[in-house]
């Protein structure tokens, strides 16, 4: 299905301009392999006689190699003109993904600049004729709204996954604040004229050494930590989906946490590193049958 199932646009909403009667929408485009399992009541709080929760993970994700089988962008901001039923104007949104720019069946391609990139993040619109979005790759983007034309974009710590905000200060002077990142990667970015960036540190306690665990024992370890809050122990889901059985290689499982995917948002190494990623991946293989 295309769409994918998280929705073309969603998640983050859209921003409407009673100046031009625009409605500006992000959009993501992925396509997403829906399927049906029986129940074979692995999961008690499923009580239908199938389910898509059922399904293999992995089965659902169309791809070669990692690599969409779209073609870009991936992700567009568009401005539909309500009083006339069409589109105004349409642009990329976001640098995409470096898993897809490095990938090495495209080595030699020269791709966009603006691959577009799949988050969830929606649009202010401001009295000054600015649209401000966060891109899902690591910075806050102004465009012009009446063209689309890109005016602005400012570095953020972390991808984002909301929607922006502005207030003014009682000194009169406008912000406009973002949030990006999850867990330990959570930050809240405010940008404004002139500004000088100022940082608020915090003293992290230094954390005792662990005795060094390998294969299976530290991807289980990994997962409690980064990945059972939403997919439930052993991966057998809970806010988010089950995981189990898995088919995923740790190509494709670096895109999903480097990148996020539908809902989940984007994870840095700060919070998952690359050899935790391998390490997670073979325990969740551990976990499925053979």
């Known amino acids: 299905m295309r769409p994918a199932q998280a929705g073309g646009a969603n998640w983050g909403g859209a921003a409407f301009d009673a100046e031009t009667g625009y409605l500006i929408v992000r959009a993501t485009n992925r396509v997403y392999v829906n399927a049906l399992a029986a129940n074979d009541g692995s999961d008690p709080r499923i009580l239908a006689p199938y389910s898509d929760w059922l399904v293999p993970r992995g089965e659902q994700f169309s791809t070669l190699r990692g690599l969409?089988?779209?073609k870009p962008p991936y992700a567009n901001l568009t401005a539909i003109d309500m009083n006339k039923g069409e589109i105004a104007w349409q642009v990329p949104l976001g640098e995409g993904s470096a898993t897809i720019r490095n990938h090495p069946l495209l080595e030699g391609v020269e791709l966009p600049a603006?691959?577009?990139s799949g988050t969830t993040g929606g649009a202010l619109v401001t009295g000054s004729g600015l649209v401000f979005i966060g891109g899902g790759d690591?910075?806050?983007y102004a465009f012009d709204k009446h063209s689309g034309r890109e005016m602005w974009r400012?570095?953020?710590p972390f991808r984002n996954a909301g929607v922006p905000m502005s207030?003014?200060?009682?000194?009169g002077r406008q912000f406009i604040a973002v949030s990006g990142g999850a867990g330990t990667d959570g930050s809240l970015v405010a940008f404004a004229l002139d500004a000088v960036m100022e940082t608020q540190a915090h003293e992290e306690n230094d954390a005792p050494e662990r005795e060094p665990v390998s294969g299976?024992?530290?991807?289980?370890?990994a997962f409690e930590r980064a990945c059972r809050v939403c997919h439930g122990t052993e991966g057998r889901g809970d806010a988010a989906p089950a995981l189990v059985p898995f088919a995923l290689d740790v190509t494709q499982v670096t895109?999903?946490?480097r990148d996020g995917r539908s809902e989940m948002p984007p994870l840095s190494e700060r919070t998952v590193t690359a050899q935790e990623i391998a390490e997670i991946t073979d325990y969740l293989r551990s976990l499925s049958p053979r």
């Open 167 to 171: 207030y003014r200060a009682p000194s």
């Open 154 to 156: 400012g570095s953020i």
């Open 68 to 70: 969409p089988l779209v």
């Open 216 to 221: 299976i024992a530290a991807g289980r370890d």
């Open 138 to 140: 690591g910075y806050l």
């Open 255 to 257: 895109g999903i946490v």
């Open 114 to 116: 603006r691959l577009g």
